[in-house]
């Protein structure tokens, strides 16, 4: 699937604009507290956090807050009009710590070894982002004692299973409904 073509096509973002409603809903903060679910993947100040799919910027505020000026927040999401809503979010709190691209997480772009978190939260089980393509990435981008860190809603769909399956990762905890996951080495 072409994600540089899905990133701007005019369906999509209008399709986005219709779910962004959702999930900036203050009934949706209320049922799922970002921060709360953000401490299940054992987010720390500090690091270097690369979070895929970041949509209207649900989680992103938050963990630019955690991570702390020294920290670093790669927001990633192929829609264009998501990007820009979360870069306007991110301007308007004075954050300097957030990177928000839009890019494809197939293929990111980052260098190896350079993330000590990935955070999948809402984006899998999804159709752009199979995940016999998508771990690897991940895989390639998490330093060696980095942390995948997988939210799943509403349904974990067997992504937990695939996850272990794939060879790529050994599972650490579960916690706040966040499965969190080491790299295995090559």
Same mark, same amino acid.
């Given at each position: 699937?072409?994600?540089?073509? %899905? $990133?701007?096509? /005019? ?5 986005? !604009?219709?779910?962004?409603? #959702?999930?900036?809903?203050?009934m949706r903060h209320w049922l799922q507290n970002p921060t709360k679910i953000l401490m299940g993947s054992d987010i720390r100040a500090g690091q270097t956090v690369l979070e895929v799919g970041c949509g209207t910027?649900?989680?992103? *505020?938050?963990?630019? /807050?955690? *991570?702390?000026?020294? $920290? &670093?927040?790669? =927001? ?9 809503? @979360?870069?306007? !979010?991110?301007?308007? =709190? ?5 990177? @928000?691209?839009?890019?494809? =997480?197939?293929? +990111?772009? *980052? ?5 000590? *978190?990935? %955070?999948?939260?809402?984006? @899998? ?13 991940? &895989?390639?981008?998490? !330093?060696?004692?980095? #942390? ?12 937990? +299973?695939?996850? /272990? /399956?794939?060879?790529?990762? +050994? ?6 409904? @966040?499965? +969190? ?6």
């Amino acid at each position: 699937m072409n994600t540089e073509k %899905l $990133g701007k096509s /005019r369906i999509m973002n209008l399709l986005a !604009k219709f779910g962004g409603a #959702t999930m900036e809903s203050r009934m949706r903060h209320w049922l799922q507290n970002p921060t709360k679910i953000l401490m299940g993947s054992d987010i720390r100040a500090g690091q270097t956090v690369l979070e895929v799919g970041c949509g209207t910027g649900f989680f992103t *505020l938050p963990a630019a /807050r955690i *991570l702390g000026e020294n $920290g &670093h927040l790669v =927001a990633m999401d192929p829609l264009s009009d998501f990007i820009d809503r @979360v870069k306007k !979010k991110v301007r308007d =709190a004075g954050l300097k710590n957030v990177e @928000v691209i839009r890019q494809d =997480a197939l293929n +990111t772009g *980052l260098e190896p070894a350079s993330v000590d *978190l990935v %955070l999948l939260f809402g984006v @899998v089980p999804f159709p752009t982002l199979p995940l016999n393509q998508l771990l690897p990435e991940m &895989h390639r981008v998490l !330093k060696p004692n980095g #942390t995948l860190a997988v939210w799943l809603f509403p349904t974990t769909a067997g992504v937990p +299973t695939s996850i /272990r /399956r794939s060879g790529l990762f +050994t599972e650490l905890a579960r916690k706040n409904g @966040v499965f +969190t996951y080491r790299p295995v080495a090559e």
